[in-house]
């Protein structure tokens, strides 16, 4: 942005917090600032140069961020002052920019967190063992977050509530969506589900077996999802001929993937999952007989 522009206020969303109009391009921005929103006034005006910007991102996806409307109105100031710590966190463990959405995204999912504790309501989090193997870094962070809420609100932050705030951490750093993290790790439950019932076992939490498949698949999907990495595998005719019960596995995870998911999934990606099975399988055998 170069010069000086005018914003128009168009919402005071707390002390530290306001959305505002751009005069030109009619685009809308949310301004983060320590008192930037003290005194504001709806239809006021704020200069892009006032010293107490200390962030300012534009609004592009309206749909999304109206999941927030009925926060945006009244955000505690405590909850966006342990947001900005928490955000500073985050940048020193990963340097560079975070993702924009995460300065109205984590206060949100934060108050609602306080407000269903102090309420008595459970918080609940089937993904948390994969998220915690998944993504160790952000889960070490969003442990420190979740101690840093407990001491400001006076609450006990569950740790299912920990595996919630992992997903906003991962999301602030790599510019991933939470929602397409939940559908993620929804994805990755089901395929390990489906893989138990099919062959009659049942994996121990945390076992290495578990947490290869869990990290074989997540990667596997990540990519679905992502589809910015190609992927070529070159023993693709020998895993279909050696393999085959593995591969027959693999083709039906890979049907489900492609319905759940709504991508089609590479032939590649398919030998690559029957050739980790073939080892899963294989090394659980040699388990059990010695």
Not at 132 to 159: L, Q
Not at 241 to 263: C, Q, S
């Amino acid at each position: 942005m170069s010069g000086t522009e005018t914003f128009k206020v168009i919402r005071v969303i707390g002390n530290n917090v306001v959305m505002v109009q751009s005069g030109k391009k009619e685009y809308e921005y949310v301004i983060l600032g320590k008192g930037i929103g003290f005194g504001a006034k709806i239809g006021g005006t704020i200069t892009s140069d006032d010293p107490r910007i200390e962030k300012l991102f534009k609004l592009e996806d309206r749909e999304q961020w109206s999941q927030h409307h009925h926060l945006l109105e009244d955000f505690d100031d405590q909850v966006l002052d342990i947001t900005d710590e928490i955000l500073n966190s985050i940048t020193k463990e990963f340097p560079g920019k975070l993702n924009d959405k995460v300065y109205l995204a984590l206060p949100s999912h934060i108050q609602f967190t306080i407000y269903r504790i102090r309420n008595g309501m459970d918080i609940i989090n089937p993904f948390l063992e994969e998220t915690k193997i998944s993504f160790p870094k952000e889960y070490e962070i969003a442990m420190k977050a979740a101690e840093m809420i407990g001491r400001t609100f006076d609450i006990e932050v569950p740790e299912d509530e920990v595996g919630f705030l992992t997903y906003h951490v991962y999301s602030a750093v790599s510019h991933v969506p939470v929602g397409q993290l939940v559908k993620a790790s929804n994805m990755v439950g089901r395929l390990v589900g489906i893989i138990e019932h099919e062959r009659g076992i049942a994996f121990k939490n945390g076992s290495m077996d578990h947490v290869r498949l869990l990290m074989h698949l997540r990667f596997s999907v990540d990519r679905i999802l992502n589809q910015s990495v190609k992927v070529d595998n070159p023993f693709e005719e020998q895993i279909k001929t050696n393999f085959t019960d593995e591969y027959g596995l693999a083709k039906r995870l890979a049907e489900v993937m492609e319905i759940d998911l709504g991508r089609s999934i590479p032939e590649a990606e398919v030998c690559f999952l029957a050739m980790h099975l073939y080892r899963l399988f294989r090394g659980r055998t040699t388990q059990q007989q010695s």
